[in-house]
């Protein structure tokens, strides 16, 4: 009596395809093992590019420290000051706009491993209440997790995140350049003062906007709904 293989046509079943194919979990799995590292090594970019351009800034206060001391203050401790920290605040935009791509990035591998947790559902429907994360694609809209839109409400929230404190830290460096640039043109302290905290707002704001915008444009998934079982 002859075997019948995977895939093959039985009299009685009929073809065996779709999520009934006796490789299907198999698959699935080998997908969802995917997203996992792949999220995973979205998590290291992220860390270690906000070390790198963490330790930067620390190199940068430390060197103007030293050099102010060198040069008593002097004009020409302000222009290299300008010019480092010029170096700092490039890093540290390039960093915050990596930070941005890469959570849109994670939310669509959250997307795409919720889209497998509805396959596994559908192949054993009775195991729904063992699954403790979320199964829809609809977000908390008072949260920023999963790519949910930037709002007003969830700002505050944006600063106990990776790109919020890149952003900050941007802001602070726009600042200090702006502050540096004015004193290096003989502005008094007090224009000083106002011209670097008029930048960091601006920057703090621009840094939203940008984030904004792009979680507007991008979204994680073309889902929308939980797909309908079969």
Avoid at 50 to 73: D, H, K, P
Wanted: charged share 15%; net charge neutral; hydrophobic share 45%.
């Amino acid at each position: 009596m002859s075997v019948q293989q995977p895939g093959e046509t039985s009299v009685t079943d009929g073809p065996r395809t779709g999520l009934d194919h006796p490789r299907a979990v198999d698959i699935l799995t080998t997908e969802h093992w995917s997203l996992l590292s792949t999220r995973s090594l979205g998590y290291q970019e992220i860390l270690g590019r906000a070390t790198i351009f963490i330790a930067i800034v620390s190199g940068v206060i430390v060197s103007l420290a030293l050099l102010a001391q060198a040069t008593r203050f002097g004009r020409e401790s302000m222009v290299l000051g300008v010019l480092l920290i010029s170096v700092a605040l490039f890093i540290g935009v390039t960093t915050f706009v990596r930070t941005v791509v890469i959570n849109f990035e994670d939310a669509r591998w959250v997307a795409g491993i919720t889209l497998l947790r509805h396959a596994y559902l559908r192949i054993v429907p009775e195991l729904e209440e063992f699954f403790i994360t979320d199964l829809e694609f609809n977000t908390d809209p008072r949260s920023l997790a999963h790519g949910s839109p930037q709002r007003m409400r969830t700002l505050a929230f944006s600063l106990t995140t990776t790109s919020g404190i890149v952003a900050a830290l941007n802001s602070v460096l726009a600042g200090a350049f702006a502050s540096g640039v004015c004193a290096i043109a003989n502005a008094s302290l007090a224009m000083d003062a106002m011209v670097g905290g008029g930048v960091s707002i601006v920057s703090a704001g621009l840094h939203v906007w940008y984030a904004a915008r792009f979680r507007k444009h991008h979204v994680p998934t073309q889902h929308q709904q939980r797909p309908d079982a079969r």
